[in-house]
């Protein structure tokens, strides 16, 4: 019988965990924290977005870093095996816009309960790994400080940087660069943006507008959807989903803009402008741009038009309205920086991918060593994709460390 560890007691390794045990495995699973799955239930708001109803082509065009690598571990245990997984274990699952799923419940904790249930038999070691052993290229065990636990195999599912308060710190990194593995630098994706602008929108959040983000000229990103002001800069998930694609440094490179009448072609939106003009025409600028644009917005727009705000309405020209225009369709935001990574909804980098094989997620360098979940150099955009990784990663290394060769 194979003698396994699991380090972490989050998504991929309680996965991991269980499906081993299944399999015939003598499993221990250490977790730092006194409880289980504690990133889990902080998910989609404490309502777990746990997967994406979607192909596999679709959830593999989701993945950002290294979708290739996902390929076959997701073919093996796909989102709606992940779904079969928590209905049939009493988890009732409903699916969303954007096929984002969640359980009916909307209680995250639905989701860690049945992880761990599954897990139950397992022996769980509320503990922190401290180091892993390895000899002549083997994995032998590992150490909670000075004690040494002997195992055959040990899956490190410590999870990326961010959120460090819910247990993951990083750990994984520095275990696996000891044994000789490339890290990826860790970095925040899916990360709120600091910029330098000195507007005064904190708080305003905007509803059906198209963010641009562009380098040297070229289109990274163009959505449509929602985001937010805050008191730093800009967040919000079409925010959020931009940051995962500019891996570029440093980030101020990038220009970025919010259309704020994406419906609206320049020239249509002139004619909107005109109609609005219309039925002010007697009033100042400054009082004729309500229809326009929440009211936060208008002192700034005004600003960037060049339009004094005393000019009566009728008096503006052709060249101020078409100016005007421009501005509502490339309202400019200056990005400095990205927060803090611990603000990140999950970490970019991590192990490489070029030294795990993507089938069993075993270690191409130290044999008995495997890796799951976010501590590995993948990530995905938001919808369930991350939890998806987490699950399918964990399964395929779960299976593979109970085999006995
Ligand atoms: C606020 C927030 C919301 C999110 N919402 C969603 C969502 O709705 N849908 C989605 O798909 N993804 C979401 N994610 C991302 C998702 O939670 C992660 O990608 C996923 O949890 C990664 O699973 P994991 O098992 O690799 O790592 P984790 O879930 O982070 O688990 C790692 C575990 O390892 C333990 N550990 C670390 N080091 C040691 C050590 N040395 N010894 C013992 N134990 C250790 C930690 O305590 C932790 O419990 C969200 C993330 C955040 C922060």
């Known amino acids: 019988m194979k003698n396994i560890a699991v380090i972490g007691g989050g998504a991929a390794g309680l996965m991991a965990a269980g499906v081993a045990y299944e399999n015939g495995a003598s499993v221990t699973v250490f977790e730092k924290n006194q409880k289980l799955g504690r990133k889990i239930a902080i998910t989609g708001k404490g ?94 065990g590992l150490y909670v400080k000075d004690r040494f636990y002997p195992f055959d195999a040990v899956i490190i599912c410590t999870g990326g940087a961010s959120y460090p308060l819910t247990g993951s710190t990083g750990d994984g990194y520095a275990f696996a660069e000891k044994l000789g593995h490339t890290v990826i630098e860790p970095r925040g994706a899916l990360i709120p943006i600091e910029t330098d602008d000195r507007y005064d929108l904190s708080g305003l959040s905007l509803k059906n507008v198209t963010l641009n983000v562009s380098l040297n000229g070229k289109k990274v990103y163009s959505e449509l959807g929602e985001m937010l002001f805050t008191h730093f800069g800009v967040s919000g998930p079409l925010v959020l989903t931009a940051s995962s694609l500019m891996k570029h440094t440093p980030i101020n490179d990038y220009q970025m803009s919010i259309d704020l009448k994406p419906a609206l072609d320049l020239a249509a939106l002139d004619k909107r402008i005109i109609s609005d003009f219309e039925k002010y025409k007697n009033k100042n600028f400054g009082n004729a741009l309500g ?58 980098g991590g192990i490489s991918v070029k030294e795990i094989n993507p089938k069993t997620m075993e270690s191409k360098l130290v044999s008995g060593l495997y890796f799951a979940g976010e501590v590995i150099d993948v990530d995905a955009f938001t919808g369930g994709f991350n939890l998806q990784i987490a699950f399918s990663t964990g399964r395929a290394a779960g299976i593979a460390a109970s085999l006995d060769y």
């Open 47 to 140: 309502r777990c977005n746990v997967t994406n109803n979607c192909t596999e082509t679709e959830f593999l065009n989701n993945v950002v870093t290294n979708p290739r690598f996902l390929y076959s571990a997701d073919s093996a245990f796909s989102p709606s095996d992940v779904m079969d997984f928590f209905e049939s274990r009493k988890v009732p699952l409903k699916t969303e816009r954007g096929n984002r799923v969640f359980p009916v419940s909307d209680r995250a904790y639905d989701i860690v309960d049945a992880l761990g249930a599954y897990a139950s038999r397992c022996r769980i070691v509320h503990e922190t790994v401290t180091d892993i052993a390895a000899e002549s290229g083997e994995i032998t």
């Open 291 to 348: 229809d326009l644009l929440p009211i936060k917005m208008i002192p700034l727009v005004i600003g960037m038009s060049g339009i004094s705000e005393y000019k009566k309405v009728y008096e503006i020209t052709k060249e101020e309205r078409l100016k005007l225009a421009s501005v509502l369709k490339e309202f400019p935001i200056t990005p400095v920086s990205f927060r803090p990574i611990e603000e990140a909804i999950i970490t970019s």
